[in-house]
Nanobody, 123 residues
Framework: QVQLVESGGGLVQAGGSLRLSCAAS?????????MGWFRQAPGKDREFVAA??????HYSDSAKGRFTISRDNNGNTVYLQMDRLKPEDTAVYFC?????????????????WGQGTKVTVLS
């Protein structure tokens, strides 16, 4: 099982920035796992935001040009730098292992989700 702890969310004005962190650990976690960020807005399904794959970063259309995903050298912490935030970015953000990507979206088969970190963007 992979343990995931997200942090860094908060309240920000539209146009502002936040940096989210995800600490991954556990007996089945490897620093070679592709990792990604997902989000769930109130009343909506969880959706893909960004992933860091072996070939580089991969972004959803809504994140492209505004968000940057990165990973620390030991591979256990994944970051999401979010700039030029919009009210529609308001959601709870989660990280997880990425299993595959199709087109502009990536997916996880991970059964376990952390508690997420809440981002609220004020207009």
């Amino acid at each position: 099982q992979v343990q995931l702890v997200e942090s860094g969310g908060g309240l920000v004005q539209a146009g502002g920035s936040l940096r989210l962190s995800c600490a991954a650990s556990g007996p089945t976690f490897s620093e070679h796992h592709a990792m990604g960020w997902f989000r769930q807005a109130p009343g909506k399904d969880r959706e893909f935001v960004a992933a860091i794959l072996w070939k580089g970063p991969h972004y959803s259309d809504s994140a492209k040009g505004r968000f940057t995903i990165s990973r620390d050298n030991n591979g256990n912490t994944v970051y999401l730098q979010m700039d030029r935030l919009k009210p529609e970015d308001t959601a709870v953000y989660f990280c997880n292992v990425v299993t595959y990507c199709v087109g502009s979206k990536c997916y996880t088969s991970g059964d376990y989700w952390g508690q997420g970190t809440k981002v609220t963007v004020l207009s």
